[in-house]
């Protein structure tokens, strides 16, 4: 924080002698909220042009454009993972007042982009490389686990570290870890899996060498896991959801915002669809500890969905995949998800939730 204090001194934000004032105002706060306090006293527009000009000034690496100078990410020595960090915004937190999970979902997704365009990939794509934008093939997800332990509140500084690697030969895969920037505490860990699509044909495809090649250079020589650890969720098979389901939400239709440059909807609107079927007793009491989806199948603008839940009861520790009552009284709850095409049936999406007692 102190070389961004120097940084904002010199460029006119702040009076030298505001900066040890400012700096214990801001302490554990992260480098933005230093920028973020000691701007209020200069008016928004002329507190923004500064900063831009300083930034412009002091330029960094040569050939950065303005948003990746101003971007609070880089890669890290190695090369081989990138950082960021982010401030949880006002309209990012629900109503416990923390950060909903969509919003952990999308700062996953807008790091691992940051990363790919740090190498000089994704210019006109998610994380696409050379020869993936030459034969129009994009990544889609297949598999996501997230794990929070702690939700950031409004105002936090959250600091992500994701890296990516190889997954057999159809696909690649991506990991992410969250911490508290003012304690280095670790809040959550994620992982995913991708495969490869062709944007014409909406069929998939094998990761061709050539492809290997151009981004395994910027993966881990060893394999590096967020969840390194025997048997740990991210592993589980999700079982097809039996019918009939306990709850439901029938017909739920994509928004236009929830599309993305891919052309289908965006794959954090799916989880948005699994919780729209959640016992409104357990959103009351609980909050998502797990989540784990399996993405079978895209869904464009027109199709209508149907979320379906029913709560999964686990003896000694495994499932026999059916979906049981479960007393809402215990501290775990676990649930199973499916959604599917109102019209056809098909399955869009499976997945399994675990939410843990709400402490207020």
Not at 231 to 260: C, H, M, T
Not at 293 to 299: A, G, K, S, V
């Amino acid at each position: 924080m102190a070389e961004m204090l120097r940084f904002c001194a010199a460029a006119g934000l702040i009076r030298n002698s505001e900066a040890a004032v400012t700096a214990a105002e801001c302490r554990g706060r992260g480098r933005w909220a230093a920028v973020r306090c000691s701007s209020r006293a200069i008016p928004g527009q002329e507190a923004a042009s500064r900063l831009v000009a300083g930034v412009g000034a002091a330029g960094g690496a040569e050939g950065k454009g303005l948003a990746e100078r101003l971007r609070l990410g880089s890669l890290v020595p190695d090369g081989l993972s990138y950082k960021e960090s982010f401030v949880v915004r006002c309209y990012e937190v629900g109503i416990n007042k923390t950060a909903t999970v969509e919003t952990i979902a999308n700062l996953l997704q807008e790091v691992g982009c940051n990363h790919a365009q740090s190498v000089g990939f994704s210019t006109d794509g998610f994380a696409t490389t050379p020869t993936m934008r030459k034969l129009r093939l994009i990544w889609v997800t297949s598999r996501m686990h997230i794990e929070i332990y702690k939700y950031p509140a409004w105002g936090d500084v959250v600091e992500i570290e994701t890296w990516c690697q190889g997954e057999g030969r159809i696909g690649t895969r991506r990991d992410w870890i969250l911490k508290d920037l003012a304690t280095g505490e670790v809040i959550g860990r994620a992982t995913s899996k991708w495969v490869m699509m062709n944007q014409d044909t909406r069929k998939l495809q094998r990761v061709s060498d050539e492809v290997r090649e151009e981004y395994l250079v910027y993966c881990p020589r060893t394999p590096r896991l967020s969840f390194p650890e025997e048997n740990n969720g991210s592993l589980k098979k999700i079982p097809k959801l039996a019918d009939p389901a306990q709850y439901s939400r029938l017909g739920l239709v994509p928004r236009r915002a929830d599309l993305d440059m891919n052309q289908h909807v965006n794959n954090v609107t799916y989880i948005g669809w699994v919780l729209e079927s959640m016992p409104q007793e357990i959103i009351d009491t609980h909050e998502l500890q797990t989540i784990t989806l399996d993405y079978r199948r895209e869904c464009q603008h027109d199709d209508a969905v149907d979320s379906l839940t029913s709560s999964e009861f686990a003896e000694n520790g495994s499932t026999n995949g059916t979906a049981t009552t479960k007393p809402h009284d215990q501290e775990l709850q676990q649930f199973l998800h499916f959604l599917k095409s109102s019209g056809t049936g098909l399955e869009i999406n499976r997945g399994r939730t675990e939410w843990r007692k709400l402490i207020r």
